[in-house]
């Protein structure tokens, strides 16, 4: 003879598979919906370019100064690829405060050898977009520095790899 017991069980595990059954089923029914409405926003994202970082590079310390790299010049920024050219983006700090500017250099090698290039100066924060671009394939090396004092050849850092 089957108990009162056995009968509740049996229920409870009738209900407990018609839930999830129902629960899949429900979720299945809604995946094609947020699989579309996230199809546009996939595709976006695949079409933007990656940023690639790098920085940051930093200025010589004066002996006068402390030689604390919170008071240092530096510079940081990005580069992408897009449409067959590299763009450079970044960012010149002036942290001092003693009233000398800082610069940034850049410094690229393609087939006729190094090529040097100055190319800002802040006395606080100042912002480059598509400060460089090269066509792909025609350069192979892309380099920072940043100096900070009377002149852009003063208390200059060492070149830091930037691609």
């Known amino acids: 003879m089957v108990s009162l017991e056995d009968i509740v069980r049996n229920i409870r595990s009738i209900m407990v598979g018609t839930a999830l059954a129902g629960a899949l089923a429900a979720g299945a029914l809604a995946a094609p919906a947020a699989n579309a409405a996230a199809a546009p926003a996939a595709a976006a994202s695949a079409s933007a370019p990656s940023k690639h970082f790098f920085g940051n590079f930093y200025s010589k310390w004066h002996p006068s100064e402390d030689d604390d790299f919170g008071h240092r010049s530096y510079f940081k920024g990005y580069w992408y690829k897009k449409d067959g050219y590299y763009w450079f983006y970044g960012d010149l700090y002036d942290r001092d405060r003693d009233n000398e ?21 802040s006395k606080g924060h100042l912002k480059f977009n598509k400060f460089a671009k ?30």
């Open 101 to 121: 500017y800082s610069y940034v250099w850049y410094r690229y090698h393609d087939g006729s050898g190094y090529h040097e290039k100055y190319f800002g100066k």
């Open 134 to 163: 090269f066509k792909s394939g025609k350069f192979d090396d892309f380099d920072i520095k940043v100096c900070e004092g009377d002149s852009r050849f003063e208390d200059c850092g060492s070149w830091g790899d930037a691609f």
